[in-house]
């Protein structure tokens, strides 16, 4: 059962036997088979269809694409109908190696032999949710991650009623910030981003996760709405092709004014790339074209793409990061090696500038719920056992829930390794 199509979320899928189907929301699908076509490949990276191995000098390689082609995964969709487009998209193999997909199937209500229901939430990606599975000993709830300050608001509210009306077992719950009790709504950062983009003279770089558009509409709007061109990289440009098939009200590639592709240098396109070009060819845009006009675009550009400014020559600018702040070792060298591209080019970090005077960055909406909207829910949800998970503060949580409720809810930590078993 797939919550959504983050990559701490998804990408263990890789190594589930390809006969076992994945459940997931229909964005969630068509997101992951996005990442996996424009991704660099690998084991790691077969979220949607795999690659057979064959044995070569005692070690395992991937078989050769004009003799073996990749085998679809089955994904079961559980938030509505498939249209015809998606199922196309779905069957369209990326790269030479041909691809035998299996299409895309709905969901009927259960999961084997066990009823299961799937809640829409509010989070930072399209498509995700939480899940309830009735067992014999009552309702298992699980949250995926969610929060109740971004455009799907509502859904989160609903999912929380409907949770508390199964009156549960067990609820397994995201715990990502129990101690932070305030975070920037997408509405803030999208007045913040406007008036920072309208005082610039320059070239504004905006760089924010690829799966994020929500943020991507906010750039654009803000594009718009300050007589600016909003130019997208290929893998953008591609997961926004996919995902406008389902989701209408997202920027089009084809009739959006200020919306433009950034050209790529490189003399062999990888086939998907080499399709989208040829396909939007009116809308592919230059190093030299942006060079000449700078204070005309926002450059979405993230850390793997710094090295087209090159090309690009900025005459300072500034530099808007749009994501969760570093929170491991290589993001933070990740970016101090982002901060010293800028440095080189004279562009101001105004994400690294402004958070010294502000709660948090200005530019940014968290994904996850404040630690207090985490009690709400669970005392509203009220399970018999609370199950914390994606947190790194488990016994924290624990406290708080045994402030608030006493013991009307027995808190179990889980541990690497064990597996749980739960009684009325």
């Not at 089955?74 to 069957?91: C, K, L, R, S």
């Not at 630690?371 to 056992?385: D, F, K, M, T, V």
Request: hydrophobic letters at 40%.
């Amino acid at each position: 059962l797939l919550s959504h199509a983050h990559s701490d979320h998804l990408q263990m899928v890789s190594f589930l036997r390809p006969d076992i189907p994945v459940y997931s929301s229909l964005a969630s699908a068509v997101i992951a088979k996005a990442r996996q076509d424009t991704g660099a490949g690998g084991v790691d990276l077969e979220t949607t269809s795999i690659v057979l191995k064959e044995e070569w000098e005692g070690l395992l390689r991937s078989s050769h694409y004009r003799t073996s082609p990749a085998i679809g995964r089955q994904y079961m969709i559980v938030d509505g109908d498939i249209p015809d487009e998606a199922q196309t998209f779905w069957a369209s193999p990326s790269s030479s190696r041909a691809l035998h997909s299996t299409p895309l199937r709905v969901l009927k209500g259960r999961v084997g032999q066990l009823k299961t229901l799937y809640f829409p939430v509010d989070h930072s990606i399209p498509g995700s949710g939480g899940w309830a599975v009735e067992t014999s000993e009552g309702w298992v709830v699980y949250t995926g991650d969610l929060r109740t300050h971004g455009a799907r608001r509502a859904d989160t509210l609903r999912f929380i009623e409907n949770a508390a009306r199964l009156r549960p077992l067990a609820l397994i719950c995201e715990g990502t910030h129990p101690e932070n009790e305030w975070f920037m709504s997408e509405a803030a950062v999208y007045e913040n981003t406007r008036l920072a983009v309208k005082s610039s003279k320059g070239l504004v770089i905006a760089d924010f996760a690829l799966s994020n558009v929500e943020r991507l509409s906010i750039f654009y709007q803000v594009a718009a709405d300050t007589g600016r061109t909003l130019v997208i990289t290929f893998k953008d440009a591609y997961l926004l092709e996919a995902l406008s098939k389902i989701m209408p009200n997202l920027p089009n590639l084809t009739d959006s004014t200020h919306l433009r592709i950034y050209g790529s240098n490189k003399v062999n396109l990888a086939s998907w790339e080499r399709i989208l070009s040829e396909k939007y060819q009116a809308k592919m845009i230059l190093a030299r074209e942006i060079q000449h006009s700078q204070a005309a675009f926002i450059l979405c550009f993230g850390y793997y793409d710094l090295l087209g400014l090159v090309d690009i020559a900025p005459q300072g600018g500034h530099y808007i990061r749009s994501s969760s702040e570093p929170f491991h070792e290589r993001m933070v060298l990740d970016m101090q090696r982002v901060q010293a591209w800028l440095d080189h080019f004279y562009i101001q970090n105004l994400s690294r500038d402004r958070q010294r005077t502000q709660l948090g960055s200005p530019f940014h909406s968290s994904g996850h719920m404040t630690g207090s909207e985490l009690l709400n829910l669970i005392e509203q949800i009220r399970p018999s056992y609370l199950i914390p998970v994606h947190t790194e503060k488990p016994h924290r949580i624990r406290q708080m829930v045994q402030t608030r409720m006493g013991k009307a809810v027995q808190v179990i930590l889980p541990q690497t390794g064990e597996s749980l078993t739960l009684k009325r």
